[in-house]
């Protein structure tokens, strides 16, 4: 938006920094630097990359899952942790992993394992 006459105004990108961009207006080839903030991109540009994005994997529920399944997920180290569910709860699972401890995990952070 040009504030001088209040009209909308597109252009190139020159150069990204970290905060602002440097946009040359086609028009006039003014070179002005703007907040990504201000930064609209065009509506046609948003529809392909929405277009590009795989569809989301269906996320497991509580009847997807039976006690005694093998299933895995990641902690909040981002390690994987391979376990036995041993009860289905109202929200979560109760997984077993066989070394003395015991998870409470959600449906949606469960992964099945498939022994081949």
Known sequence: MDWRDGRMCSGTVLAMKETQATIQEEGTRIAWSVPYTAIEPPAHAARAAAALEPPAAPQPGR????????????????????????????????????????????????????DI
């Open 63 to 114: 009847n997807d899952l039976r006690c005694g399944e093998k299933v895995a997920f990641e902690d909040k180290y981002l390690n994987t942790v391979v376990g036995t569910i041993v009860r289905i709860n109202q929200r979560t699972a109760s997984i077993d992993p066989g070394d003395g401890t015991t998870w409470r995990v959600g449906f949606p952070l469960l992964r099945h394992v498939v």
